[in-house]
Every structure is written in structure tokens, then in C-alpha cells.
């Protein structure tokens, strides 16, 4: 930020970051903060009461750290009193002192409130268009990406394949039976829908926080579908003593963030603990399942290599009972042809029938 010391505010605000901040200064400044418009007198500079310096910060604020809790300590004077341009530099230059950083966050929340852009990014979307008739029938395109930007009651897209012109546009027109709701984790995204009569509209985003982004700003479109109305909307909000935020109450919520983290933190690891546990159990089950299967394998090898011993010993002595039934058949008959030609004598005859009886 540019030093402001000794500077008026024409010299001021011939920087073009500076130009931008005065316009957003406008939009929300009163002569006399808190009275009625009627009371003020003429000539009075505008001025920002402290709930709405805290709204102004906080939207600057919400641009760095979109996902975390943020709690602004404004200076002493700007909690209790109404501050001037001049005043509002001093605290954007005290909490922004990078002006690379600053620049951005300027330009975004310019376009949110002085440009009415509410959001604006990358998605996807296909439309949905049912058909009436005695079977009703739906006709579903294909996802394709766009870059999306929502105005009060409008939503645009641009086809990223195409030239950004403005035939190339499409235009989605929020009018009083539109109806949003929220889809599910369908291809691989995030997705919720558009209903508009007959024509239903999905928008799908690979990042869940990042819908709930874009559904809590189409829901803002549908309820503000003007500019004039956005414009009330914005410096309600603007004025609501909720801004302000003491430090007692931040003290509150941060402790209890810290006492809900710490909760949570145990929880985690008491459920890491039963799925390390789980996974003792299952491993020891998987190794006394392999150490059965093992142990049964072996088994039946065993079985399987008994029987082809025994079915080896069986033919063996199969065979052996054979030959022996062969040797004492041929035994038995040169008895008998010998005993026919009375050759043999008395103790060769002995002989032969104790060794045919032996066999």
C-alpha cells in the first residue's frame, strides 16, 4: 500500500488499487452511521460505523482464508467509532501490508459488491429436459465444462471449447418456481441441480466444499434477483450488529473450537486404535487360516503318497502270489510224471513233497 501521510485525498485516489477501495467505501458509507438519512446534515463526509468496517474486513478476509474461522482485531477507535476513507487505508495497509496480495483481494470483493458479481469459476453442467406424454420420457446430455459467472437472477456460461463471445453464451434465468437442490456423487463429482419448469440444469464440481460455495450463491441470486434488491441486501448485512465481534466472544468460540478439536482428536484415534486393532485380528486370522491350509495340504500328500504305497505293495504281493501259484502248479505236475514212470525213489519223493509243502 502507498504511504498516505501528507496526502489529500485527490492525491490518493490516483492510485487505481485506491480507486477501487473508495468505490466499495462508497457503497457502504453514511453521513451519520446509524440515524435516520433525514436527520443528517448536508455536507457531512461519509463515514463507516464499526459493524460495517467489520463487514468490510471480514469480506477481505474470507478471500485469503476461505476455510478457516478468521477473527479480525480492528484498532481500538474503529470498535467504537465511525471511520473515514482515510482511516479505512490505514487499517487495509496495517493488515495487508503486501500489496501483491492486497490487489486481488480488492479486485474480488469489488466485483462481488460493486460489480454484483457474485460468483464466478470453472464447473460443469449438462442439461436435463423431460418430455410429457403417456410415458414420460428424459433427455439427458453429456457433461461439458464452462466458465460460469452468476449476477443477481442469472447464471452464464461459457463453453470452454468455444470462443467467449457472446453467441457462444448460454443464459440460465432464475424466475420465481425455480428450484435448486442438492445431488449426488455421480461420475466421479459433486452435483446439484437446477430446476426450471420442464428443463432441469446439473452442475457437478470435482470439490465438495467448492458446491457448497456455488449453491450458497445460486441460492442468493434466486432470492435477490435484481440488482437493486442485492444492493438492500448487501448494506442490511452490512449493518447488522452481529458484525461486531468482541473479544470475549472470540475468546468463546475459540475455546470452544479447541475443546470441540480435542474431541474430535480423540475420536480419531480411538477408531485408529480398533482398526489397528482390526487389523491385528485379521492378519493373526489370515496366518492360522494359511498355517490349516498348509498343514491340510500336507495331510492329503501324505494320505495320497500312503495309498500309492499300498496300491504298489498290493501288486507286488499280487504278483508274487502268481508265480509261487506258477512254481507249485510245475512242482506238482513233475511229481505226478515222475511218480506215472516210477523213477523217482522213496527219499527223492520225501524230498519233493516237503519242499512242495514249504512253498
Given amino acids: 500500500m502507498p504511504a498516505i501521510e501528507g496526502q489529500d485525498e485527490n492525491s490518493l485516489l490516483q492510485d487505481p488499487l485506491l480507486q477501487r477501495l473508495f468505490r466499495l467505501f462508497l457503497l457502504f458509507a453514511e453521513p451519520h452511521p446509524g440515524q435516520p438519512c433525514s436527520s443528517n446534515p448536508p455536507g457531512e463526509p461519509p463515514r463507516l460505523s464499526p459493524a460495517q468496517t467489520h463487514f468490510l474486513v471480514h469480506e477481505l478476509f474470507k478471500l485469503t482464508r476461505p476455510r478457516r474461522p478468521h477473527v479480525v482485531q480492528l484498532p481500538v477507535h474503529a470498535e467504537t467509532e465511525p471511520i473515514n476513507f482515510r482511516e479505512l487505508i490505514e487499517i487495509c495497509d496495517l493488515l495487508f501490508p503486501d500489496r501483491m496480495v492486497m490487489g486481488p483481494i480488492i479486485d474480488r470483493v469489488f466485483d462481488r459488491f460493486v460489480s454484483q458479481i457474485v460468483h ?3 464447473l460443469m453442467c449438462r442439461k436435463t429436459t423431460r418430455r410429457a406424454g403417456c410415458i414420460q420420457t428424459v433427455k439427458m446430455g453429456g457433461w461439458k465444462s464452462y466458465w460460469c ?3 443477481p437472477g442469472t447464471i452464464y456460461l461459457w463453453p470452454l471449447h468455444k470462443p467467449p463471445t457472446v453467441t457462444n453464451r448460454k443464459t440460465i434465468v432464475f424466475d420465481k418456481a425455480a428450484n435448486l437442490e442438492m445431488g449426488a456423487f455421480t461420475d466421479d463429482r459433486f452435483t ?3 430446476k426450471l419448469g420442464k428443463v432441469t440444469y446439473e452442475f457437478g464440481h470435482f470439490d465438495e466444499i467448492q458446491r457448497s460455495f456455488w449453491m450458497r450463491d445460486m441460492h442468493l441470486i434466486n432470492e435477490q434477483r435484481s440488482k437493486s434488491d442485492l444492493l438492500i441486501f448487501d448494506r442490511q448485512e452490512s ?3 452481529e458484525n461486531l465481534a468482541s473479544a470475549e466472544k472470540n475468546l468463546s468460540w475459540r475455546l470452544a473450537l479447541e475443546s470441540d478439536n480435542l474431541r474430535l482428536t480423540e475420536l480419531l484415534n480411538e477408531e485408529r486404535q480398533a482398526l489397528y486393532d482390526e487389523e491385528i485380528v485379521r492378519t493373526v486370522a ?14 492329503e500328500k501324505n494320505l495320497s503318497d500312503v495309498e500309492s504305497q499300498l496300491t504298489a505293495e498290493r501288486l507286488v504281493r499280487t504278483k508274487i502270489e502268481e508265480r509261487l501259484r506258477e512254481q507249485t502248479a510245475e512242482t506238482l505236475a513233475s511229481i505226478e510224471s515222475a511218480a506215472r514212470a516210477g523213477k523217482l525213489t522213496k527219499d527223492q519223493l520225501d524230498f519233493l513233497i ?3 509243502q514249504s512253498i
Avoid: A, D
Avoid at 286 to 299: G, V
Fill in 286 to 299: 489370515t496366518r492360522m487360516l494359511e498355517e490349516e491350509r498348509e498343514k491340510s495340504e500336507r495331510l
Fill in 120 to 122: 464466478k469459476g470453472y
Fill in 239 to 241: 449493518r447488522r450488529p
Fill in 354 to 356: 516237503i519242499s512242495t
Fill in 192 to 194: 446439484w441441480s437446477v
Fill in 149 to 151: 459467472t452468476l449476477i
